[in-house]
């Protein structure tokens, strides 16, 4: 085995054997629901920035947005105002949030819906949303993985599923045992691992290639004679396009499951308020991350799939045994989100969709949840094996589509009880019936171009099927109130919120 | 209730980052990064010093 693999190989296993040691961590009870899948609700600020850090900036982050920067230009720079316009948004919406789940005990978004709304509808509506968006996330961090150990010659593309495989049953099992407490400590491996591999390839790559001028000058050059030009700055025609993503990714960003339940399992508001200001620090990394995009332009590097323009930049400028420890960060930074993912998932299952079964909570809730992270770990793993990659990334891009529908009634609702359930679920099928047919018109990209009063409108999807949800949700409440229709149930206070 | 004041520095980075005509420019570069790369990223690093600032100022005092 060459020496990368090596590495590799042992920081793997030594993050499982932390996994299952964290299963110790606070001798908790762990056939409790709040243990297992919000580690008892007592992380401080330093282990919630690393298990948030570690969440939100999955491996496959790291990988596709130098790629997309490689592949589109200056559009693909959207991921860097997107990462740090989500953190006033956190600040404002997700305190609040944080306050009434403590406040009533709530597990997942959906159980906020279910006490504020009293419709069961719109809760199945809201669980399901995060539980479809978050498979092929999950699947798309089993693709980083596949990548990194693609890379590694020994293993090959035949030994590739099998290693992969391993690895995903250990995760499970980890999962499985230690809960959110396991992606906790990992976390902070993971997070080492990635700083020092980005602020490693951000000093040595550029000074190789002979520094930022040289290498803007011939990514510009580049970039203008491929068969589908694009530039260093942005097409007046992109401002809007560019706006959008900005706004909508930054709007989406903390509203999926796995954002929510790593924000539940903070000790006190305090600790919330303090990592809206320190976790963007990771988007200083990731900032500087997309540039590698240009790096990757300037030295030449070409391959059929952009997803492995990181990986090749690394092994043609890192010393072997380096490598070995860059792989190691991606693919430990594919773990850490795979299972609060899948614990995200399961939740919203266990608490909300199962919940007929079991009007409070019991044991019996922990062991469904505990048990559906096996099964979604499980069916993730089999998307990649028979799933081509380009259509995980296309059921990614809509992922994040379909979890913005949930704003109007999450977000929202946190504010007001204005809006009427039925209207709300009403906009939120509006919405994403709406962000499929314009994704599937758009050939699966991220954007929608409008034909109106003889112009056209590149924007967003997710943005342009969140102001139809809007639409809709607000014309359905007045038309309902209208009527004399006012479904009147909320079971939450203005006590809860404060 | 005055402190709440301090949340509308928030609205600050909205304002520069989401119109790109403001920054859509090569010069002046930095470094070497022209201005629309360089500009964005230095929001990158001033949106947290203005969280910090709101954290600071309209902290409740709660057990951390």
Redesign the interface.
């Known amino acids: 085995m060459s020496s990368a693999a090596v590495i590799l190989a042992l920081a793997v296993a030594a993050v499982m054997i932390l996994g299952f040691v964290a299963a110790r961590w606070g001798h908790a009870n762990l056939g409790d629901l709040e243990q297992w899948a919000l580690g008892g609700r007592r992380f401080g600020t330093i282990v919630s920035w690393f298990l948030l850090g570690g969440d939100l900036y999955t491996a496959y982050t790291f990988i596709a947005v130098p790629a997309l920067v490689y592949g589109v230009g200056a559009l693909g720079f959207f991921a860097v105002p997107y990462a740090t316009l989500a953190y006033p948004i956190a600040l404002v919406v997700l305190t609040r949030f944080w306050t009434v789940a403590r406040a009533r005990g709530y597990v997942t978004a959906a159980d906020f819906i279910r006490d504020r709304y009293d419709d069961r509808g719109l809760e199945i509506a809201i669980a399901l949303t995060g539980v479809a968006a978050s498979m092929p996330y999950v699947a798309l961090q089993l693709v980083g993985m596949r990548a990194v150990l693609g890379q590694f010659g020994v293993l090959g593309a035949a030994g590739a599923m099998p290693a992969l495989t391993v690895a995903f049953v250990l995760l499970a099992a980890v999962t499985y045992v230690s809960g959110l407490r396991a992606p906790a400590l990992i976390a902070f491996v993971k997070d080492t691992l990635i700083y020092v591999t980005v602020i490693t390839a951000i000093v040595v790559i550029p000074a190789r290639l002979g520094g930022w001028s040289h290498i803007f000058a011939v990514s510009a050059a580049t970039l203008a004679s491929r068969p589908r030009p694009s530039s260093l700055l942005l097409a007046p025609s992109q401002y809007f396009t560019y706006s959008t993503m900005v706004l909508g990714s930054a709007l989406f960003l903390f509203l999926y499951p796995h954002s929510i339940t790593s924000v539940l399992s903070a000790r006190s508001r305090e600790v919330i308020r303090r990592n809206a200001a320190l976790l963007p620090i990771y988007s200083i990394l990731l900032g500087l991350l997309a540039l590698l995009g240009y790096c990757a332009v300037a030295a030449g590097i070409s391959a059929k799939d952009t997803s492995s323009i990181v990986p090749l930049l690394f092994a043609r400028y890192f010393p072997q045994w380096f490598y070995g420890v860059a792989g190691a960060a991606i693919f430990i930074g594919a773990l850490v989100p795979a299972a609060v993912m899948s614990i995200g998932a399961a939740n919203l299952c266990a608490s909300n969709v199962f919940r007929e079964f079991s009007p409070q909570r019991s044991p019996v809730e922990t062991i469904v949840a505990k048990v559906l992270t096996l099964v979604i770990c499980a069916t993730a793993l089999l998307f990649v094996f028979f799933v081509p990659v380009p259509y995980a990334i296309d059921f990614q891009l809509l992922g994040g589509a379909l979890m913005l529908q949930v704003f109007p009634a999450f977000v929202m609702g946190l504010w007001t009880r204005w809006f009427e359930p039925k209207a709300l679920l009403a906009g939120w099928a509006c919405g994403l019936a709406a962000a499929c047919a314009m994704a599937y018109d758009a050939g699966f990209t991220s954007n929608y171009t409008l034909h109106a009063f003889g112009g056209t409108l590149t924007g967003f999807i997710a943005f342009y099927s969140l102001l139809i949800n809007l639409l809709v949700s607000v014309g359905g409440t007045l038309a309902l109130h209208a009527a004399g229709v006012a479904s009147g149930g909320d079971r939450t206070t203005a006590a809860d919120f404060a | 209730m005055r402190r709440r004041g301090w949340?509308l520095l928030?609205i600050l980075?909205?304002v520069g980052?989401?119109?790109?005509?403001l920054y859509?420019?090569?010069h002046p570069?930095l470094?070497?990064?022209?201005f629309?790369?360089w500009y964005?990223?230095a929001?990158?690093?001033v949106?947290?010093i203005?969280?910090?600032i709101?954290?600071v100022f309209t902290?409740?005092g709660?057990?951390?």
């Open positions: 949340y928030l980075p909205f980052t989401l119109l790109p005509p859509n420019r090569a570069a470094a070497g990064l022209p629309f790369y964005q990223l929001w990158v690093v949106t947290p203005l969280l910090g709101v954290v902290g409740e709660d057990r951390v």
